[in-house]
Each structure stands twice: as C-alpha cells, then as structure tokens.
C-alpha cells in the first residue's frame, strides 16, 4: 500500500496548523476523462434527448468586472454598458432557445446560479431579461435562484427587479468590512455603507442574503478578523463563506510576492502565514458556531433555514449542469463542458449561427468553442467523496465494503494525524481536518491512483452512457 505524506498529511501536536504545509488548490478532483468532439449535428440531437440526471441545474455566466481586485484572478473583461448589453442580448437569446428543448423540458432545475465576474453590474432592465429568460425553464417549487456579485452599484432599482423577476438568494463579495483592507485589496465602498447596505436588504422576507471573507488578506490582521466576524452578526446576512486567501498566478498580491513585496494598508503590511490563516479559520468556525449558526460545508455557516445553499452542495455531488455564457462551465449527459472565456470568439460562434440558419436543424443553443469531455467513469464515487469530506462527514455506508476496506489505512493515518475519526459507518472531521479537507480530497483522489481498486465489474465503475460522442 503506497501511503505518502501528501495524502496522510503528517503528525504534529497541532494538526490544525501543521497536518499539511499548505492548501493544495482551491479544488480537488480527477478526471479520467479524455476530450470529445462533437458534430453539430449531434450537439443538436443532444438537445432533443430528456435527461436522465435526478437533480439538475442552470450555470450563467456574466464575465465583467468593473475593477481588478488585487487578490482575484476571475477577472476576464472590463465592464462596459454596450459591451454589456450584446451580451446579455446574445445570451438571453440562447436562453430562450434552450428553454424550449426537449432536454431543457424534461425535468425541473432545482438551482440557478447567476455568476462571474460580477453579475451585479449588469443594468437593472438586464436583471429584469435575465429572471424572464430564467423563469421559461421548468424550475422546481422554491427554486434557489442566486445572482452573485457586490454592493457597489447593486441599487435599490435593481433590488426590486431581481427580486420580482425570480431571484431569491444574493451571494455578495465583501472580502474583509475593514476599509483600509478593502481599498488595498482594489474594492470600492466603506465598512459603514456595506454593514448599512446589507442589514437593509437582510429584511425582505423571504431573500436568502451570504456574503463571502477572506482570510490571510494584505493587511488583515488577527485583529481586524476578529472584527470582520462580528460584522458579519452585526449586518444581518443569512448566511457566510469563508475562503482562506489561495496564491492565485497572475494577481497583483502573487507579484508583489514573488518580488518580497507585501500590498499592506498605510499602517500594516501584516499578512497571514499558512498557520496563522489556520487559527483565522478555526476563529471563524468556533465564532459563527457560538452563535448557533449551522455549519452547511467547510467553509459556509448559516444563521437560519432561510439559506440553503443549494447550488453549492449540488455542484459538488457532480449533478447535471447546463452551462451558458462565455467561461461558463457544465456538464450535460454526463459530459463535462467547459465554454471558452474568449468573448470574440463566442460572438463570432452567434454570428455565424445567425447568417446560417437552417430550419431544417432542430433548435438547439449554439454550440459555442470550448471544451467536452467524455464521462468521468468514477463520477459517481467521487462525488460522494467530495461532498462528504466537504460537509466534514464521510458516510461510509455509502461504500461498498470493499471500497470502505481499501481505504481504511488512509482512514487509520488520517485519525493519527488528528485530521479525522473512524467510526463504524461515518468519518468525522476534526476541526483540523475541516481546514485541510481540500487536501485530504487531493490525497484521497491521489490514494486511489497509486493503489487502484476498481475491476472491470466494479459497481463504481459506470459503463458510459448510451449516446454517443
Ligand atoms: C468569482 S468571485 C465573484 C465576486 C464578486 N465579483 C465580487 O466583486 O465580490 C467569487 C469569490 O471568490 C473568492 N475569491 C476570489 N479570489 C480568491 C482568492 N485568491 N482566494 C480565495 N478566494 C478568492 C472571493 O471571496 C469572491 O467573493
Ligand atoms: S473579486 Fe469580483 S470584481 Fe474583483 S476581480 Fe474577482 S470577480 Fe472581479
């Protein structure tokens, strides 16, 4: 059995600090799947076939942001209302049309995630397209409906709109309250506007505000986290993230620290190390459970039911995703679909389909550049792994027992560690483990490569689905 210190992590009288060195990556996953090309012919038959997914979602993408925050390298393209406008125009389009395929029509969405980039700065009659084109699929009764974005410039006007067009759950970015810390960072507004804002709009009745933090953000001490947490009390919210900061390549933090440099506020240039972003974390966990806010995955706490989290937990469990907009990513039949983020290119696909149009095709949305890939054989296993170790439980009656056995002395390492206890049917999480569960994931993926267990009859290994590709 090949065990590594990666997978394991290592003993330590602190796990929490010391199991790993560092977070591995933002995700965790294997693919096993090989890219496909397909015929437009056939990406058009898809859309004629019902799914045979149980639970499903829509993914939009809005890939504008007004500024480049300092930490974040999602940033694809400069807002600009003309801009802006042709592509929600290309894009609700597409929508409508895929609405009314047979595929779109054969079973209820459970979730809708508008995301970016910064949906937000899209215009108030641009929301008002979005929620319409978005109601034209079938949608499951109480549908979560997120639109993501940030305060800045979210007005009242586009409130009202958002919400009487069908959206009911708002994921803003905070990133930290404090304002020196934020205008490091490259965000508009104060801590006084943002607290304002957000308990204003936490008193509709029904919507489902979550705002995300950051910790181990330029200037953020120990000090200013703790009083980022309050703030997140204090401004009514229903619901919070917390990501630790990851070194993402190509942001403006990342060069300053390749050249020793530390984009501080005037008075600290104060930035966590992997240890002390382990004590911001477990800080956080113990603060929001000390005010019996309900832990919903690793790093998202809830104050009431109002918060479901639904896209979230469902992305995770590998569920069918319908993908739309430039950088938009998916899966449809079991087929992971990434959309190219080059904003040209996907303009040219819509012009093109426009000059030649054939009415002898079944409708079907543009099949826009980007990537397919084929079925991912252990989707299923995997899914249950993530989204166990994610929400900080594996359910082990969920494994055959001969998958439970296989992974047992990783289970036995794991409890060495203080990362995790073994159970006769569950593997709890220890705080530490929660911290590191992405690496865990990584380790666990990285186990199962080196030490291989499936057969040829294996249950996990699911034959490819019918259609072809
Ligand atoms: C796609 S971004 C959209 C945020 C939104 N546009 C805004 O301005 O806040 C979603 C979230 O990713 C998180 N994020 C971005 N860069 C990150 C990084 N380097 N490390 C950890 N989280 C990051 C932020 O918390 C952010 O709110
Ligand atoms: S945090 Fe939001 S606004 Fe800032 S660059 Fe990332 S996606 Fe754009």
Not at 183 to 205: E, V, W
Not at 251 to 276: C, M, V, W
Request: charged share 20%; proline share 6%; aromatic share 10%.
């Amino acid at each position: 059995m090949i065990l590594t210190p990666s997978m394991t992590g290592i003993a330590s009288p602190d796990p929490l600090q010391h199991a790993f060195k560092v977070k591995s990556a933002p995700h965790a996953g294997r693919s096993g799947s090989r890219p496909v090309f397909l015929e437009s012919q056939q990406w058009q038959q898809w859309w004629q076939l019902p799914s045979q997914a149980t639970e499903r979602a829509l993914y939009i993408h809005i890939p504008f942001c007004r500024k480049r925050c300092t930490f974040c390298n999602f940033f694809e393209n400069g807002t600009n209302p003309e801009r802006i406008s042709r592509y929600i125009k290309n894009l609700t389009e597409q929508l409508h049309i895929a609405a009314d395929t047979p595929l779109a029509q054969s079973r209820p969405f459970n979730t809708v995630y508008v995301g970016g980039g910064t949906p937000t700065d899209i215009s108030s009659d641009e929301v008002k397209l979005l929620g319409e084109a978005i109601s034209r699929f079938p949608l499951v009764d109480n549908a979560e409906v997120t639109l993501e974005g940030r305060l800045n410039g979210f007005d009242d006007d586009k409130w009202h709109n958002a919400t009487a067009n069908g959206f009911n759950r708002f994921s803003f970015g905070v990133q930290s309250f404090d304002t020196q810390v934020r205008q490091a960072a490259g965000r508009f507004d104060d801590k006084d506007f943002l607290l304002n804002r957000l308990q204003q709009l936490s008193q509709h009745p029904s919507a489902s505000i979550v705002i995300d933090l950051i910790f181990g953000l330029p200037g953020q001490t120990l000090d200013v986290w703790q009083q980022d947490l309050q703030a997140v009390i204090d401004s009514g919210v229903h619901g919070v993230d917390l990501y630790q900061l990851i070194g993402l390549s190509g942001t403006r933090i990342e060069h300053a620290r390749e050249k020793g440099k530390i984009l501080g506020t005037p008075i600290s240039d104060f930035q966590a190390d992997s240890q002390t972003r382990a004590n911001m974390y477990a800080s956080g966990s113990n603060h929001f459970e000390a005010q019996n806010w309900q832990r919903l995955s690793s790093c998202h706490w809830r104050r009431d039911s109002r918060e479901r989290s639904v896209y979230n937990s469902l992305a995770k469990s590998g569920i069918e995703i319908l993908p739309f907009g430039a950088g938009a990513g998916g899966s449809i039949h079991g087929h992971g679909c990434m959309n190219g983020r080059d904003l040209k290119k996907w303009y040219q696909a819509h012009d093109e389909r426009t000059t030649n149009n054939s009415t002898t095709m079944p409708a079907a949305p543009i099949q826009v550049p980007g990537m397919l890939m084929s079925p991912n054989p252990s989707a299923k296993i995997d899914a249950i792994f993530k989204r166990g170790l994610d929400s900080g439980a594996l359910d082990l009656k969920l494994l055959t027992k001969k998958m439970t056995t296989h992974l047992t002395p990783l289970f036995i390492e794991w409890q060495k560690n203080g990362l995790a206890s073994l159970g006769e049917h569950k593997l709890t999480l220890t705080l530490a483990g929660r911290f590191w569960n992405v690496n865990m994931q990584t380790g666990l993926f990285d186990y199962l490569a080196k030490n291989p267990i499936f057969t040829q009859d294996d249950p996990y290994k699911q034959p490819p689905p019918a259609i072809a590709s």
